[in-house]
């Protein structure tokens, strides 16, 4: 079974400095990661996907993620955070095989950026 | 602007009574899913439709019901039988594509006393 988790329920990080969220996940085969943004009472945001190639993955708003397959990893970063990233962030994966296949979302890491 | 449109925002309805939530899409996209948020246990799964008229479960379908008669609608029955549906509700579509990105509308919150 495939699984996703997000260790930090919370991340605190002062505006200006660097920001990382961590995510791990298990599946059989190659994985398709995804993350995504809520802001509060609002539906989920796509921010940037990896599927293959490059291990350092470019999205909206400045953030970026990096791929690593030896820990099973997908941290989201940042270098630069700021207020207006504060929300809610979810990882999510799903198998990289061909027909419907089942996405699985991590329990979501709020970020707070203190001014 | 081509996006999702869950209906009504908040909702509220006395036990025992089935109420459907409403999601309208005009991305033109063939899957669409509903999904349920509580508070630190992320989105799970409750249908997911790949393409007009079919359905399937996904990982808590017990007490709810859908339909996909058109392919820019797909609304979601919380029947009585559901026995914590108090939530905040998302639906979601994509172009079914097995790399692409789901599209949420802004949710439905209900709240059953």
């Known amino acids: 079974a495939q699984s996703v988790a997000q260790p930090e329920d919370q991340v605190n990080v002062a505006e200006g400095n660097p920001l990382t969220v961590k995510c791990t996940y298990s599946v059989s085969g190659n994985p398709y990661l995804f993350w995504y943004v809520q802001y509060p009472n609002r539906g989920l945001q796509f921010l940037l996907k990896?599927?293959?190639?490059?291990?350092l993955v470019k999205g909206s708003y400045g953030f970026e993620a990096e791929f690593n397959k030896s820990q099973t990893s997908f941290h989201l970063k940042k270098p630069s955070a700021l207020v207006s990233d504060s929300a809610l962030y979810f990882c999510?994966?799903?198998?990289?095989?061909?027909?419907?296949?089942?996405?699985?979302f991590g329990t979501g890491t709020k970020l707070q950026v203190i001014p | 602007d081509g996006g999702i449109t869950q209906s009504p925002k908040y909702l509220f309805r006395k036990e025992g009574q089935n109420v459907t939530l409403s999601c309208e899409q005009n991305l033109n996209h063939d899957a669409m899913y509903w999904y349920r948020q509580d508070p630190g246990q992320g989105l799970r799964l409750i249908y997911y439709?790949?393409?007009?008229?079919?359905?399937q479960k996904g990982d808590i379908a017990e007490g709810y019901s859908v339909s996909r008669e058109k392919k820019e609608s797909f609304p979601l029955t919380v029947t009585s039988a559901q026995k914590n549906p108090t939530a905040f509700y998302l639906c979601?579509?994509?172009?079914?594509?097995?790399?692409?990105?789901?599209?949420f509308g802004n949710g439905t919150r209900l709240t059953v006393t």
């Open positions: 979601a579509s994509s172009t079914g594509g097995h790399n692409s990105p789901l599209h």
């Open positions: 990896y599927i293959t190639g490059d291990n």
């Open positions: 439709s790949q393409i007009v008229n079919d359905f």
């Open positions: 999510a994966v799903r198998p990289g095989r061909y027909g419907y296949q089942k996405v699985t």
